[in-house]
């Protein structure tokens, strides 16, 4: 069965201090893997998407790498307003649909 | 820019009402989805459309149905309103493809069933 798993469900970091979200998966021919950045009460934001196994994406103080079975996001020097949940997805085997994962609550305190 | 409203931000309904949920999207997208995001349980999709007045059942169906009566339109509908329908309803939009196209989010409703 297609699955994703996201951990850990919640990380509170330092301003500052660096550290990796992860995004595992299960599912037949990987097509591809999304990462969205969702704040609260709002739609998730789309953040990258990765192809293949050792593509990696950068956007300001982001970084998401691919392995064959999981990918990270890394966060370096993360400020207060990187605060989110962060939600990875992967597409169902021959279709459009996405699975996503239940999310990271990331906090960043100053 | 990649643009997709919802008709509304905050609804509040009583049990057994109609409700309506509209979803537009300007980019010209093939395909539409409607999830529901409940605390624990991620992102769950209710309906996706693939084309206009095409429709495919999502993983939680029950209780909802869907109109697709023009390509940049889609819309739910609770045909009678139950209090474990309270939830916050996203509308996403994609072109067609083989997996790789990113879908785009509304700003979604949240919705309270009294």
């Known amino acids: 069965e297609d699955q994703v798993t996201q951990s850990p469900e919640a990380l509170r970091l330092q301003e500052g201090e660096s550290s990796s979200l992860n995004c595992s998966y299960t599912?037949?021919?990987?097509?591809?893997l999304f990462w969205y950045r969702q704040d609260p009460g709002k739609g998730p934001e789309f953040l990258f998407t990765?192809?293949?196994a050792g593509e990696e994406k950068e956007k300001e103080r982001l970084k998401a790498t691919l392995t064959k079975k999981e990918s990270f996001l890394h966060i370096t020097a993360p400020k207060p307003e990187d605060s989110a949940t962060y939600l990875c997805?992967?597409?169902?085997?021959?279709?459009?649909?996405?699975?996503f994962g239940t999310g990271t609550r990331l906090q960043v305190f100053p | 820019d990649v643009k997709v409203t919802q008709s509304s931000r905050y609804l509040v309904k009583r049990t057994g009402e109609k409700v309506f949920l509209e979803c537009v999207q300007d980019?010209?997208?093939?395909?539409m989805f409607w999830y529901r995001q409940d605390p624990g349980l991620g992102l769950r999709l209710i309906y996706f459309s693939y084309d206009v007045k095409m429709k495919e059942k999502g993983d939680i169906p029950e209780g909802y149905s869907v109109s697709r009566e023009k390509k940049e339109r889609f819309s739910l509908i609770l045909e009678s309103a139950s209090t474990n329908q309270t939830s916050m309803y996203l509308c996403?939009?994609?072109?067609?493809?083989?997996?790789?196209?990113?879908?785009?989010f509304g700003p979604g409703t949240r919705l309270l069933v009294l």
């Open positions: 980019m010209d997208h093939e395909n």
């Open positions: 599912v037949s021919g990987l097509r591809g």
């Open positions: 996403a939009s994609s072109f067609q493809g083989t997996g790789q196209e990113t879908q785009y």
């Open positions: 997805a992967v597409p169902h085997y021959n279709t459009d649909k996405l699975i």
């Open positions: 990765l192809y293949s």
